[in-house]
């Protein structure tokens, strides 16, 4: 079965789905801004939203762009998928905005020249709303979007048992610095590596994506991520995930500098993804400590509930102090 066979246009339809949605749908709870240097992390499993009547909810909410494209994804778990992406953050961005309501609908977005999804409020009064940032990444089992004020954000996720359809090594000699394929080649189990090279994918895409520039605008051959335990020179890799140290980031353009400019944090979610996160770093004044990355995690299903997460469902590995 289809789920959205054609976009719905005409007036009868529309205020059809409207009535539907607000008998249905819960109003969203409001969320305070994040505060500085902090992210927050909403996600969706897609398997548990069962309800045919809430994803028509959720179908109600998008842009009629947005719509046509659901509707030209082939089968159903392709059109779930992309209509739970855009509604997550139509949704989520919907509870910032502190100084009124604002209705999901309503939300409009531009790209920048690399293809990144951003805000746009030309027609918005609100001040706060224009410094609120978001990104998405989805896998075909878990949806998540990352928010922050004032600081770019790039968020990755990966399925932690991502299939390879080469070997690793060959995998990571394509796109991978030389530095990362030593790093990788000297892991011994094949566990192990796989879990490495996995992790490595996903902080290189939280990276681009920060940037606003995307694997297209900046190929991962021309950075290289290193994990403190790496960096000095421990080779021999355990199993553990837990123990990662600083995650640091290097051109290969100026082969003896570090960036500075961007943290990130690496956590295991919902005990089958790695997700990666990267932030641009708070201005540093003269006598004061950066402040560190903090991360609030929320598992939701929009209009139905929303749940703090911690414990096993979001284990962080490394990036935070």
Request: some cysteine.
């Amino acid at each position: 079965m289809i789920l959205f066979r054609r976009v719905v246009t005409s007036a009868m339809n529309a205020v059809c789905f409207q009535r539907t949605f607000a008998a249905a749908a819960s109003p969203l709870v409001p969320v305070q801004l994040p505060s500085r240097m902090e992210a927050h992390l909403w996600y969706v499993v897609p398997d548990e939203v069962k309800s045919s009547s809430l994803l028509h909810d959720y179908f109600d909410i998008l842009s009629p762009c947005e719509k046509e494209n659901v509707s030209r994804k082939r089968g159903e778990q392709l059109q779930k998928a992309a209509l739970l992406a855009r509604a997550l953050v139509r949704t989520t961005i919907a509870r910032y905005q502190i100084n009124g309501q604002v209705d999901p609908r309503s939300l409009k977005f531009k790209k920048n020249i690399h293809g990144k999804p951003e805000l746009e409020w030309n027609d918005n009064p609100c001040q706060s709303a224009s410094r609120l940032q978001f990104n998405i990444s989805h896998t075909s089992s878990l949806i998540l979007c990352g928010v922050t004020v004032d600081s770019p954000i790039g968020v990755d996720l990966e399925e932690k048992q991502r299939k390879l359809k080469n070997d690793i090594l060959a995998f990571a000699r394509r796109y991978f610095t030389p530095h990362e394929v030593k790093f990788l080649s000297s892991i011994s189990d094949p566990g192990v590596q796989h879990q490495y090279f996995v992790k490595l994918w996903t902080l290189k895409e939280s990276y681009v994506k920060a940037l606003g520039r995307g694997f297209s605008g900046l190929p991962f051959k021309m950075f290289t991520i290193q994990f403190g335990n790496a960096e000095k020179g421990d080779s021999c890799i355990s199993g553990e995930t837990n123990n990662e140290g600083e995650i640091i980031v290097k051109s290969l353009e100026h082969v003896n500098s570090v960036s500075s400019n961007w943290q990130f944090a690496l956590l295991e979610l919902a005990g089958s993804h790695y997700a990666a996160i990267c932030m641009e770093k708070d201005e540093a004044v003269e006598g004061r400590v950066p402040t560190p990355m903090k991360l609030t995690v929320r598992k939701t299903i929009p209009y139905m509930r929303d749940e703090f997460i911690s414990g096993p469902d979001a284990v962080v590995i490394s990036g935070l102090t």
